[in-house]
C-alpha cells in the first residue's frame, strides 16, 4: 500500500546505478515525519511517529514494512532501538533487514535481517534467500524478549570485511550490550536497502505497540579498547571456560603462553570456541584442588582489531561441594523493616552465614521461605566462615557494595512484626529456621524500622530470641560482615516445658521454650500421673518447639494430671532439667463467675501497651480458647477479639493478655512474663470506657467500666497505673472495689496477686470492719478497708456514712442502697471533698430499715494510720 510519492521514488531509485546509494544514515524521528529527511517508502500508512519514535499504525492483521536505501556491506556496524509493548509470538514479531536486494521487503528478497521476538522470543540474525530465512546465524537466549507489557532493546551488529556477524543486544536499553554471539557468512556482498517488516495477527494487544527510533547505519568505529576478562566458568578439575567482552582473534587467543594460573599451574591448551569467539576454553595441566582458589592472568591476546589485553585477571574457586547438616549454614541477619532510612539501602534482605571452619557449600536449588512465599537460590559457593546476602532481583545491586549478594526469584516479604524462616537445602532437608518477631529488638525505637536482627552467637544454631538483638552498627546493620552484637554465647541450659495444651481427650500439645534436638523426643521421655501412658509422638513443625503426644485412654474430666518429660534435648544437646512438670486437664466448659476481670492497664507510659489481666477463680480447668474480650460502643458490645490461644486456664492462675508482651515484661520488672500472653486486644479508651469477658459461645461473662475517678484520688499521674480488683469474689461493676496499684510494687501487678487484694472476712454478725487499722498511702499494705454486711433475711434499705470524733460526716460510702442479705464495701480513706482523712480514729454508722419498719443502728471504730518519717 505505497503513495504516489513511494512509487515516484522507487521509480527513480531504480534508475539510479547501485553505487549511487548512501552508504551511511540515521534517524531519530524528531522531525515527527519519517517521510522527511531519511526517505522511508512502503506501507507509510501503516506507520507513524509519536512521541519522536517510529510506531506502527496497523489496526488489525497485517505483513507491513518501510525502507530505505542503503548500501552498507562490509566493515558496517547498524544499531536501532526497539520496543515492542505486548507478548511476541510466531505470528507477533518484527523484521529488521540490514542489507536487502530489494525496496519492498514482502516480495522475495535476499539478504540478512535481525528477527525480535518470534516462537521463542530471542533476538536472532537470519540469512534471506528470496525472503526465507534459511541459515540462523546468531542468536540470544530463548526467553529474552519476555514482557507482555513493555520490551525495550538496542540492538547493534556488525559485519567485518571478512564477513564476520557480531550480534549485540541490550536487553532494557540500560546502556550496556551483551554479545549475543558471532559467525561467519559471506554469500551476500551486496545490498540496496535497510528496512523494518513487521507480522502482526488478529490479537489486540499488538496494535499500535511496535516502536522504533534512533536507527542508524554506518561503518565500524575504529576499535582501540582490548578485550576484556568478564568471567571464568569452572567446568571440571582440568577445564575452564574464559568469557572476553567482545571476539578474539585465535592465534593469540590459543597461545598457552598468554594464561599464567597461580598457585603452582598453567594452560595445557586453549581453543577458542567455534560459534562464540569471545569464548576460550581453557585446559590446566594439573587437576584443581577441592577448596582451593586459583588467580588467572591473561596477556597478549587480541581482539579483531589487534588490541591486546594487558593483566587481565580474574579468581576462580574450585571446589566440590559438601553436604550441609543442620546448623552448619545459619540465618544470621534479618533486615525486615527497612524504613526509615538509617544507612543500609531501603531494601529487605536475609543474611545468611557459613558456621563451619572446613566445608564449602554449593546454594544451588537451596530455598528459603516464610510460610507464604519461598525464593530459590542460583549457583553460588559459601565457604567456611562466608556470608550471603539474600535479596530481591531489584535490590541486588543495592547490596553490592556489601559482599556477596544472592539475588532470589520469589524472595519472601518479611513482615516488620515477625515471620517463620526456613533455610533447605537442594534436597528439601531443613537447615535451619527462625521465627523472629520485632520484640527480639529489645528496643522500641530500633523496632521502628531502619535496623536490623543480628543473630548474637552464630555457633549456637539452635538459638531463639535471647540470641538476636537490634544492631549497633551506625548503619543500622552489617550486612556481609560479622555483627555487631558478635559475642560467643554457648547455650549450657536445658529446655524448659512451658505449658501442655489439650488437643483432644487422647492427645496433648507440649511447648518448650527453645528448639529441641528431634531425636530426643521419643515415647519413653513421657510420663503420666495419676495414670496413663503415651504411646505416639509427632514433632511439630520447624522450628521445632511443640511435639504432639497421643495417651493411651481418653483424659477423664475433673481429674488433675502432672506430665513429666525426661531425657529431651535441645540441639547442642543440653538435657532438659527440673523444668520438666506441668499439670493439665481436660477443659471444662466456661461459666459466668468462672473467670474474673482482675487487673487492667487502659492507660501505658508512651510506647507502652495495654493489658487485661484475668483469673481463674473457680475449681475448673479451663481453655483460653473459650474466651473473648470485647468493649463497648455506643452501649452495645463490640470489637469481640477471641484470645485465641489454646491455653489451659487452672484453677487459682492468673492470665496476662497483651500485644507486647516484652513491653509488659520491661514496663513491669515485678510481673511474671510466664503467664503473659501475647494476643490482640481491643482498644481500651483513656479516661474511661469498658471491658468486656465472653465466652467465645456468645455469653457475657462480665463487663467493667472503668474512669480515670477509680484512681487513687492523691495520685497527680495515673499513666502506667492499672486499675486493681480488690477482692475478685466481689462484683465488677462495684466502683469500691477496684484501686490504684502500688506505688513500691511498680504501679501494676501482672500475673501474680494484686497489690490492693483484700478478701472480704466472712461475714460475723452484721457488720464487719477489716483491717481495723488500716494506711491508705498506696504502699500495697493495708490502703483499704472492707465494711462486710450480713443480715438473716432480705429487704434492708441502707446508709453506710463515715465520721471523726466529733460527729462531722467525712464520707457517705452507701446512700439509702437496696442490700442484698449480704455485701461489702471499700474505703481508701478519702473524704467526700478529695481530700485525705486525718490520722487517727474515724466512726462507721451504718443504719438499716425494712418495709416493716424495722430499723437497725451499727457503729463501728477505726483507725487511719500514716508511716512515720
Not at 353 to 382: C, H, Q, R, V, Y
Request: hydrophobic share 40%; net charge negative; with cysteine.
Amino acid at each position: 500500500m505505497s503513495t504516489a510519492v513511494s512509487r515516484a521514488f522507487l521509480l527513480a531509485a531504480a534508475l539510479l546505478p547501485v553505487t549511487g546509494l548512501r552508504a551511511q544514515f540515521s534517524d531519530n524521528f524528531d522531525d515527527g515525519d519519517f517521510t522527511l529527511g531519511t526517505l522511508w517508502t512502503g506501507d507509510d500508512a501503516l506507520y507513524t511517529v509519536v512521541g519522536s519514535q517510529l510506531r506502527s499504525n496497523s489496526p488489525g492483521a497485517a505483513n507491513y514494512h518501510l525502507s530505505t536505501p542503503s548500501s552498507l556491506v562490509d566493515d558496517a556496524q547498524w544499531e536501532f532501538f526497539i520496543d515492542l509493548k505486548f507478548s511476541t509470538s510466531g505470528a507477533n514479531y518484527a523484521d529488521v533487514y540490514l542489507m536487502s536486494s530489494a525496496a519492498d521487503l514482502a516480495s522475495g528478497v535476499d539478504g540478512y535481517f535481525v528477527r525480535i521476538g518470534g516462537t521463542d522470543d530471542r533476538v536472532e540474525l537470519f540469512r534471506s534467500d528470496v525472503g526465507t530465512p534459511v541459515s540462523l546465524l546468531v542468536q540470544s537466549p530463548d526467553g529474552v524478549v519476555n514482557s507482555s507489557t513493555a520490551n525495550p532493546f538496542r540492538i547493534k551488529v556488525t559485519r567485518t570485511a571478512a564477513a564476520l556477524w557480531s550480534l549485540y543486544f541490550d536487553d532494557g536499553a540500560l546502556g550496556t550490550y551483551t554479545l549475543a554471539g558471532s559467525a561467519t557468512e559471506g554469500t551476500y556482498t551486496t545490498a540496496g536497502f535497510f528496512g523494518i517488516r513487521i507480522e502482526q495477527s488478529s490479537a489486540g494487544t499488538p496494535v499500535n505497540n511496535h516502536f522504533f527510533d534512533d536507527i542508524s547505519a554506518g561503518p565500524i568505529p575504529v576499535d582501540l579498547t582490548p578485550p576484556t576478562l568478564v568471567s571464568a566458568t569452572v567446568i571440571s578439575d582440568t577445564q575452564i571456560d574464559l568469557a572476553f567482552s567482545e571476539a578474539v582473534e585465535q592465534f593469540t587467543a590459543e597461545e598457552e603462553a598468554n594464561y599464567d594460573i597461580i598457585p603452582f599451574n598453567s594452560a595445557a591448551s586453549v581453543v577458542r570456541d567455534g560459534t562464540d569467539l569471545a569464548l576460550v576454553h581453557l585446559t590446566l595441566a594439573i587437576a584443581m584442588q577441592s577448596g582451593n582458589t586459583y588467580t588467572i592472568t591473561v596477556n597478549g591476546v587480541e581482539d579483531l582489531a589487534a588490541n591486546a589485553c594487558v593483566n587481565e585477571t580474574t579468581d576462580v574457586l574450585y571446589f566440590v561441594p559438601d553436604e550441609a547438616l543442620p546448623g552448619e549454614v545459619v540465618i544470621n541477619e534479618i533486615f525486615a523493616d527497612p524504613t526509615p532510612i538509617i544507612g543500609l539501602p531501603e531494601a529487605e534482605f536475609i543474611e545468611v552465614f557459613n558456621a563451619t571452619t572446613n566445608k564449602t557449600f554449593d546454594l544451588a536449588d537451596w530455598t528459603i521461605g516464610d510460610g507464604s512465599s519461598t525464593g530459590t537460590f542460583p549457583s553460588i559457593p559459601l565457604t567456611p566462615g562466608a556470608f550471603a546476602i539474600l535479596t530481591d532481583d531489584t535490590s541486588a545491586p543495592q547490596y553490592a557494595v556489601f559482599g556477596t549478594v544472592v539475588s532470589i526469584g520469589s524472595f519472601p516479604s518479611l513482615n516488620n512484626d515477625g515471620d517463620p524462616l526456613e533455610l533447605k537445602d537442594d534436597n528439601g532437608v531443613p537447615i535451619d529456621a527462625v521465627t523472629y518477631s520485632d520484640a527480639w529488638y529489645n528496643d522500641d525505637i530500633k523496632a521502628d524500622g531502619g535496623w536490623t536482627l543480628e543473630r548474637i552467637d552464630p555457633m549456637t544454631p539452635c538459638s531463639s530470641a535471647a540470641n538476636w538483638t537490634a544492631s549497633n552498627d551506625p548503619q543500622g546493620g552489617t550486612p556481609g560482615e560479622e555483627n555487631s552484637v558478635f559475642a560467643v554465647v554457648p547455650d549450657l541450659t536445658g529446655p524448659a516445658l512451658t505449658s501442655v495444651q489439650v488437643i483432644s481427650p487422647t492427645e496433648l500439645r507440649l511447648l518448650f521454650n527453645e528448639l529441641l534436638d528431634a531425636t530426643s523426643t521419643g515415647t519413653a521421655a513421657y510420663t503420666l500421673a495419676p495414670g496413663g501412658t503415651v504411646n505416639g509422638v509427632v514433632n511439630g513443625p520447624a522450628p521445632l518447639t511443640t511435639v504432639n503426644v497421643t495417651l493411651d485412654a481418653p483424659l477423664v474430666a475433673g481429674v488433675l494430671y502432672t506430665i513429666t518429660v525426661g531425657g529431651v534435648k535441645d540441639c547442642p544437646g543440653n538435657e532438659i532439667g527440673s523444668a520438666n512438670t506441668a499439670q493439665f486437664a481436660l477443659p471444662e466448659p466456661v461459666a459466668a463467675g468462672d473467670v474474673v476481670i482482675n487487673e487492667v492497664l487502659y492507660d501505658p507510659r508512651v510506647g507502652g501497651y495495654d493489658f487485661v489481666e484475668l483469673y481463674n477463680r473457680s475449681t475448673k480447668t479451663l481453655s483460653l480458647a473459650d474466651l473473648a474480650l470485647a468493649n463497648e460502643e455506643n452501649g452495645q458490645i463490640a470489637n469481640i477479639t477471641p484470645i485465641g490461644a489454646a491455653d489451659l486456664f487452672l484453677p487459682g492462675q492468673y492470665v496476662v493478655i497483651t500485644e507486647d508482651p516484652a513491653n509488659i515484661a520491661a514496663e513491669y520488672p515485678l510481673g511474671v512474663p510466664a503467664r503473659y500472653l501475647q494476643a490482640d486486644l481491643p482498644s481500651f479508651n483513656n479516661g474511661e470506657g469498658s471491658v468486656v469477658l465472653m465466652a467465645t459461645a456468645g455469653d457475657t461473662l462480665e463487663t467493667f467500666r472503668y474512669t480515670d475517678d477509680m484512681h487513687f484520688e492523691l495520685l497527680n499521674e495515673t499513666e502506667g497505673v492499672s486499675l486493681e480488683r480488690v477482692d475478685p469474689a466481689r462484683a465488677a461493676d462495684d466502683a469500691s472495689n477496684w484501686h490504684s496499684a502500688s506505688e513500691p510494687i511498680g504501679w501494676a501487678t501482672p500475673g501474680y496477686l494484686n497489690s490492693q487484694f483484700s478478701a472480704a472476712p466472712s461475714p460475723s454478725g452484721e457488720l464487719t470492719i477489716d483491717p481495723a487499722i488500716f494506711s491508705p498511702d498506696n504502699d500495697g499494705y493495708q490502703d483499704v478497708l472492707t465494711a462486710t454486711y450480713r443480715f438473716d433475711e432480705p429487704g434492708f434499705t441502707g446508709t453506710l456514712k463515715v465520721f471523726d470524733l466529733a460527729g462531722r460526716e467525712e464520707r457517705t460510702l452507701l446512700n439509702n442502697v437496696l442490700l442484698g442479705v449480704e455485701g461489702a464495701v471499700s474505703w481508701d480513706g478519702i473524704l467526700e471533698d478529695g481530700s485525705k482523712g486525718r490520722i487517727g480514729p474515724h466512726i462507721f454508722v451504718f443504719e438499716v430499715f425494712d418495709l416493716a419498719g424495722n430499723v437497725l443502728r451499727f457503729r463501728e471504730t477505726v483507725v487511719l494510720a500514716h508511716k512515720l518519717n
